[in-house]
């Protein structure tokens, strides 16, 4: 039995007993898809809402009941804190992925089979059984050749366990330990006690059991989908015993706000044929080394429910439909110019990572703030801000209880650089082309002076012009896009061109930079650190050690990329979450814009709350509708003498509900337009951010306090601002609000003049 290992973590024993159980009804396999490449059945499992994890409350009983240690309830430690969770529909695998399926990919690949085949066929009897002695990378390897994926933990659990029911106080419910129900029973599916014929209820039995009946047949899987009455509450079969199914998921605990060490180990759920009744509770977890071998240990797989949004553009409906598409087509654009992106960032690493260099950038305020301090940023990017300079911070001299955060002197002085030396790179910009050309060229002067790489961001207009100006120099290099000066939008009835697409434009390039500089950084051994969004609890644990001491993280050994993987990868997640923002919301923007004419023909104050920096004012294109606040405060206490009667208030946020603001609105009696992006999982405490003070991250729009005067709308970014996961670092880079924050305006801005050209 070589490959056996011999102390399965003390593969725990453990009985479980609980007070009541629940029927198995009729569950609908009719959609139903199968995987041409594998043959595999896929049982659709529904988006929906249920309790991850368990409580010391749930889990005492069982070791009460059993007489079992209570020092063994360490097993159940990283299963808390329990917490809601809100899953999109998804397809998964009704069984575990067998040993005729693995072969069709060996066979296909070249990939090695597990050893205890001896060979390269699949063992005689067993070709329907569940495959095992695969570790994580082998099971990655078949997801990638079959066209799915691993499940994340989230996922696993949920279609284990099923949807979480409302009490009659209408909170949600924990769902059942087991796939069943709450009641354990050795017979229902395939687990050492049911080999043993008896309860295992201590360590000695188990033991016993371990070195001796069992040892006369490795390993002791049976074909999967074996035990029906087991099925799971979507139709899944197999979801406890039989095989220990890896997941995506690094082993780390739930809602973490601490830098790890390092994490080695991936996730695996459900108990083994070799398991007793702790490690076969829907809410149980088990890490492993990624290249860890047993008898014991399969997977099966996933797929999205929901295909892909299409290339290509939305379906014109409005005026901010064709917003939509030229966001889009600068997407697309942005794909093409992938190749000098990446020359930049190679140059920008060779800099940083030889020569010890700082990441900085300059320009005008909105563009030259964007890489600072940011969800999924690099943590050492820092503002150049020379002495002198009418570029960048423009408010500094206001008293400091009326400027926003990230204008008070604490983070000027940590977060500010003001002479940049011969080892720096410096990113440099404008959103306002008048800005531009008051500041581009003396500023880029300055930093060439100081023998910095300037990378210049703008359009080819503005691009040329600034080389032309400055003179050849090889410190300097440009990413340009194709967005004119001015408006980008023209409206029947309506005179100027409206909407400007400069930010966007500037900041969907600043993105794709950071991209390939950390793929950079990472073909150079580097794994820079990335930023942990402030609106997740207590985040300064987490980013204190980046800001402070490290410039790159030592305790990640991360692969490196090929030159324009990261920066493709990026778009194509921009492009489907501006794709998204209109799906069955179209309703919603008709009526937000129609509220905003109104308001304008009757000459009413429309408020635009914006706390992502844009500064529509300052920008062409802009039909001015709104009375504009962009001081990065969610509360707004200044307009509580302001707001009054059939006034609008429009907030475009991030992800979360500003409660204090809502009730001021709803005191002067007007209407509100609120844009936000609804969260997986909520910090387990009110986070606290500056001046926003305490935030509530609604999960769904239905917990909100609903009536005729307000809308909501999904901004759809990723949930803590955040969306390219760089495979063994542990937080998301790369901010997305921007681009859906500047969308949703704009979309709005557009609808409402087009009602009011008419």
């Not at 009729?26 to 199968?34: A, F, G, I």
């Not at 099923?162 to 209408?170: E, N, R, Y």
């Not at 300079?389 to 990230?406: I, Q």
């Not at 306002?432 to 359009?459: D, Y």
């Amino acid at each position: 039995m070589p490959h056996l290992v011999k102390t399965p973590t003390l593969l725990t024993v453990l009985l479980v007993t609980v007070s009541w159980s629940q029927a198995i009804g009729e569950v609908n396999l009719e959609k139903t898809r199968k995987n041409k490449r594998d043959g595999a059945k896929m049982v659709l499992v529904p988006a929906g809402r249920f309790l991850m994890g368990s409580t010391a409350a749930e889990v005492d009983p069982q070791f009460v009941e059993t007489g079992l240690p209570v020092a063994w309830k360490t097993h159940t430690k990283d299963e808390s804190p329990r917490h809601a969770r809100s899953i999109d529909a998804f397809y998964m695998y009704r069984y575990e992925v067998t040993n005729s399926q693995y072969h069709k990919f060996t066979a296909a690949t070249g990939h090695r089979t597990p050893p205890h085949w001896k060979g390269p066929d699949s063992p005689k009897g067993k070709r329907n059984h569940p495959v095992v002695e695969v570790n994580w990378n082998d099971a990655v390897a078949y997801c990638k050749w079959a066209g799915t994926s691993l499940p994340s933990e989230a996922q696993w659990e949920y279609a284990a366990r099923g949807a979480g029911k409302k009490t009659a106080d209408g909170k949600l419910a924990p769902s059942p330990a087991f796939p069943w129900g709450n009641n354990w029973d050795r017979t229902l599916c395939n687990n050492s006690s049911y080999h043993a014929g008896r309860d295992l209820v201590t360590a000695e039995t188990w033991n016993e059991w371990y070195k001796g009946d069992q040892e006369a047949d490795y390993p002791l899987t049976t074909r999967v989908g074996s035990y029906k009455k087991s099925r799971s509450p979507f139709g899944i079969d197999d979801m406890a015993g039989n095989a220990w199914e890896w997941c995506l998921d690094y082993q780390l605990p739930y809602q973490s706000d601490t830098l790890p060490t390092k994490s080695t180990l991936r996730s695996r759920r459900g108990g083994s044929w070799a398991n007793v009744a702790l490690h076969l509770r829907s809410a149980d977890r088990q890490g492993a080394a990624a290249d860890n071998l047993n008898l014991y240990t399969g997977f099966r797989c996933v797929m999205p429910a929901a295909k892909p949004r299409n290339t290509g553009p939305v379906k014109v409906e409005q005026a901010g439909d064709r917003f939509v598409n030229f966001v889009l087509e600068e997407i697309a654009t942005a794909g093409t110019r992938m190749a000098g992106i990446t020359r930049a960032a190679n140059r920008a690493a060779d800099r940083i990572v030889h020569l010890d260099g700082n990441l900085l950038s300059a320009g005008d305020q909105s563009f030259s703030l964007e890489p600072v301090w940011r969800a999924g940023g690099i943590a050492f990017s820092r503002q150049y801000t020379p002495e002198g300079s009418a570029a960048g911070f423009k408010k500094l001299d206001s008293p400091e209880d009326k400027v926003p955060y990230y204008r008070t002197k604490g983070f000027v002085e940590h977060f500010t650089v003001k002479k940049a030396t011969a080892r720096d790179v410096v990113l440099l910009g404008f959103e306002n082309e008048t800005e531009e050309q008051k500041h581009a060229v003396p500023l880029a002067r300055q930093l060439l002076e100081e023998n910095a790489l300037v990378i210049f961001f703008g359009s080819a207009t503005a691009a040329a012009r600034l080389s032309s100006e400055v003179g050849a120099n090889d410190n300097l290099m440009t990413i340009t896009h194709t967005v004119p000066d001015g408006g980008v939008l023209s409206i029947d009835g309506w005179k100027d061109k409206i909407c400007s697409g400069r930010s966007i434009a500037n900041r969907l390039y600043l993105w794709a930079f950071e991209a390939e500089l950390i793929g950079a950084f990472l073909r150079r051994g580097k794994m820079p650190g990335i930023l942990l969004s402030v609106t997740y609890e207590s985040p300064q644990v987490f980013n204190q050690p980046l800001l402070n001491t490290y410039k790159f993280v030592p305790a990640f050994n991360v692969s490196p990329v090929a030159e324009g993987q990261l920066g493709k990868t990026y778009l194509a997640h921009i492009d489907r979450i501006v794709g998204r923002i209109l799906d069955g919301q179209r309703h919603k923007f008709r009526k937000a814009a129609a509220w905003l004419a109104e308001a304008a023909r009757k000459k009413r104050t429309s408020y635009a709350l914006l706390i992502h920096g844009l500064d529509p004012e300052n920008l062409p294109g802009d039909p001015g509708l709104f009375k504009v606040f962009s001081e990065g405060n969610a509360y707004y206490p200044q307009l509580d003498d302001l707001i009054q009667a059939d006034d609008v208030a429009l907030f475009v946020g991030y992800n979360w509900y500003p409660r204090r603001l809502a009730r001021t609105v709803d005191t002067g009696k007007a209407r509100q337009i609120l844009c936000f992006t609804l969260v997986d999982q909520a910090p387990p405490k009110p986070a606290l951010y500056g001046e926003v003070g305490e935030l509530y991250h609604p999960t769904s729009f239905d917990q909100l306090p609903q009536g005729k005067n307000r809308i909501y709308i999904d901004l759809r970014f990723a949930q803590y601002n955040a969306v390219l996961k760089i495979p063994g670092f542990p937080v998301p880079a790369l901010e997305t609000s921007s681009f859906a924050e500047d969308v949703v305006y704009w979309h709005l801005v557009a609808d409402t003049v087009e009602l009011l050209a008419r």
